[in-house]
């Protein structure tokens, strides 16, 4: 039983001892010094560039994520197609557009 106290007191010792207390200090203002560097890197990078890339993990060859301002009402004519027709907005907004461009290069 003995054992199991000293090794109590040993370990609220340590925990009190200031030395310790300044390495696990020291090891938080070196990963918070690391941490404010590679922020001020990324905030450099942002600021060379114009645009930012769009993320295009888990999007099939040939798409691209994009993003559009609609008016509320083709917004919501959509949703209502989309939801009783059982299609995607997006295959939707596909056909919308082929038809749309097939039509433009015939009266060109």
């Known amino acids: 039983m003995s ?14 001892d200031p030395s310790s207390q300044q390495e696990k200090n ?17 905030k450099d990078k942002a600021k060379k560039s114009q645009k930012l890339p769009v993320p295009q993990t888990g999007v099939p060859k040939g798409w691209r994520k994009a993003t559009f301002l609609i008016r509320d009402e083709h917004h919501e004519k959509l ?13 939707i907004l596909a056909e919308v557009l082929e038809r749309f461009f097939s039509s433009v290069k015939a009266k060109s």
């Open 3 to 16: 054992s199991v106290k000293d090794k109590s007191k040993e370990k609220s010792k340590k925990s009190r």
């Open 26 to 42: 020291k090891g938080l203002s070196e990963a918070s010094l690391d941490a404010n560097h590679i922020l001020s890197t990324l």
């Open 79 to 91: 949703k209502e197609i989309s939801h009783w027709e059982r299609i995607h907005i997006k295959d």
